[in-house]
């Protein structure tokens, strides 16, 4: 999707500034699924605004500058409609976790095992914090993406914990032989 798509989306639930959209994707219910910057955030909304597609209105704040509000129209609604009608693209998965993993051989085991262990702890949180309702369910669409979201979480965890101690036994292993 692009960030046209993704602000449109966003502003389809609710009249939003570009503050709501980016906290959309960082605390709200996107936050696992995609990631996005002020700086292709503001860019859109003023394509759209231009577009037709939202509409902006100002809104006085106190001892601060004016709030730009956005708002969809109906021919932003659809053109959100086609963009979802659309096939999606394949899913990209980016890890900075997993692409330390990979060359994991090239580390002490204890600096793997600690980056093991942090990665534990974050699934474990992010998933209480899931459990307790810590993302809103609003819609059918959100539950299921919540529930797809424990599910890998979940997933992940668990093969994290049950595989931790084999791989850092096999990186022991290459760093002695390494050594000799």
């Given at each position: 999707m692009d960030t046209k798509t993704l602000c449109l989306g966003v502003i389809s639930l609710g009249a939003a500034s570009g503050y709501e959209i980016k906290k959309?994707?960082?605390?709200?219910?996107?936050?696992?699924?995609?990631?996005?910057?002020?700086?292709?955030?503001?860019?859109?909304?003023?394509?759209?605004?231009?577009?037709?597609?939202?509409?902006?209105?100002?809104?006085?704040?106190?001892?601060?500058?004016?709030?730009?509000?956005?708002?969809?129209?109906?021919?932003?609604?659809?053109?959100?409609?086609?963009?979802?009608?659309?096939?999606?693209?394949?899913?990209?998965?980016?890890?900075?976790?997993?692409?330390?993993?990979?060359f994991a051989h090239l580390l002490p085991p204890s600096s793997v095992a600690k980056l093991i262990d942090q990665r534990i702890a974050w699934y474990e949180q992010n998933l209480a914090k899931m459990g307790a309702g810590g993302d809103c369910i609003c819609s059918k669409g959100d539950a299921f993406v919540h529930g797809m979201g424990v599910a890998v979480y979940s997933s992940a965890l668990e093969y994290l914990k049950s595989h931790r101690q084999a791989f850092l036994d096999q990186l022991s292993g290459a760093s002695r032989l390494v050594a000799e």
């Amino acid at each position: 999707m692009d960030t046209k798509t993704l602000c449109l989306g966003v502003i389809s639930l609710g009249a939003a500034s570009g503050y709501e959209i980016k906290k959309a994707f960082e605390e709200d219910g996107l936050n696992h699924i995609y990631h996005t910057s002020y700086g292709s955030i503001y860019p859109a909304l003023t394509a759209l605004t231009e577009e037709g597609l939202v509409i902006c209105s100002e809104m006085a704040q106190a001892k601060r500058p004016d709030k730009k509000v956005y708002s969809i129209t109906e021919a932003g609604r659809g053109a959100l409609l086609e963009a979802l009608s659309a096939p999606p693209a394949e899913d990209k998965f980016r890890s900075d976790f997993l692409f330390i993993m990979f060359f994991a051989h090239l580390l002490p085991p204890s600096s793997v095992a600690k980056l093991i262990d942090q990665r534990i702890a974050w699934y474990e949180q992010n998933l209480a914090k899931m459990g307790a309702g810590g993302d809103c369910i609003c819609s059918k669409g959100d539950a299921f993406v919540h529930g797809m979201g424990v599910a890998v979480y979940s997933s992940a965890l668990e093969y994290l914990k049950s595989h931790r101690q084999a791989f850092l036994d096999q990186l022991s292993g290459a760093s002695r032989l390494v050594a000799e």
